[in-house]
């Protein structure tokens, strides 16, 4: 992996095999008021797409967080940590519905997470434009 800036357009093949590779990351987004709220979540990256997904519920709080942001996205930042190597993507996400989006999600997700996650009608899918990439390993 290369270290600390990334072309997101074209990154090299280590950065991709650490996102194809089973890590816990972290999504930050913003509360109302400003600050911060990072969670836990599962990441899959389409580098060719420059798109990382998040699934969830529509009630969460990162998808209200999100969604208030407007048509115009919300700036996150996702990031995930194994010892020395990490790696984060950087961009604008937006809350997406529609069920062959949500559907795509998930099923990347049980291809990185090697599970399906169980039903969830309220589940939407956290898009994220990849404007930055970031990564050490």
């Not at 194809?20 to 709220?37: A, F, I, N, W, Y």
């Not at 604008?92 to 291809?111: C, M």
């Not at 997470?113 to 589940?123: K, M």
């Amino acid at each position: 992996m290369t270290r600390h800036s990334v072309d997101p357009a074209s990154p090299d093949e280590p950065y991709l095999a650490f996102w194809r590779e089973r890590h816990l990351c972290t999504l930050t987004t913003l509360r109302p008021d400003g600050s911060p709220h990072v969670v836990p979540v599962g990441v899959t990256y389409d580098a060719g797409a420059r798109l990382a997904r998040v699934i969830t519920s529509g009630t969460s709080a990162k998808a209200r967080h999100v969604g208030a942001a407007g048509p115009e996205g919300a700036r996150v930042a996702v990031c995930q940590v194994a010892g020395r190597r990490w790696a984060t993507l950087e961009g604008r996400a937006r809350v997406r519905t529609e069920p062959e989006r949500v559907a795509e999600a998930v099923r990347r997700y049980a291809e990185r997470y090697e599970r399906t996650p169980g039903p969830n009608p309220a589940r939407v899918v956290i898009e994220i434009q990849v404007e930055r990439a970031l990564g050490h390993g």
